[in-house]
């Protein structure tokens, strides 16, 4: 399963961006799919998380009511909505799948990840 993120970039405090992860190789739809974060001198964090189907999300309290997830299996696609955007949410966010959904971050296959950063 190859996975590539896009979407970071440069966003002002209380702004929103939203990532995309397009996913290939087999059967892609049938793995859960997660969003994870790492900023400069922190380890790996999950941020959140959908089942194969859509029917189960998991999220970090530190983005609950402002990140939504969701994915489009016709497209292969996933994507991470982020509002109300803080300075601590700056990280380098991948994209992730496994085949189980799952808060840690043991997951099977990683994207490059993409870079967002929150400043004024």
């Known amino acids: 399963v190859q996975l590539v993120e896009s979407g970071g970039g440069l966003v002002q405090p209380g702004g929103s961006l939203r990532l995309s992860c397009v996913a290939s190789?087999?059967?892609?739809?049938?793995?859960?799919m997660g969003w994870f974060r790492q900023a400069p001198g922190k380890s790996r964090e999950f941020v959140s998380a959908?089942?194969?189907?859509?029917?189960?999300?998991r999220y970090a309290d530190s983005v609950k009511g402002r990140f939504t997830i969701s994915r489009d299996n016709a497209k292969n696609m996933v994507y991470l909505q982020m509002n109300s955007l803080k300075p601590e949410d700056t990280a380098v966010y991948y994209c992730?799948?496994?085949?189980?959904?799952?808060?840690?971050?043991?997951?099977?296959?990683w994207g490059q990840g993409t870079l967002v950063t929150v400043s004024s």
């Open positions: 992730a799948a496994n085949n189980g959904i799952t808060t840690t971050v043991t997951y099977d296959y």
């Open positions: 190789g087999s059967t892609v739809s049938r793995y859960a």
């Open positions: 959908i089942s194969w189907t859509g029917g189960i999300t």
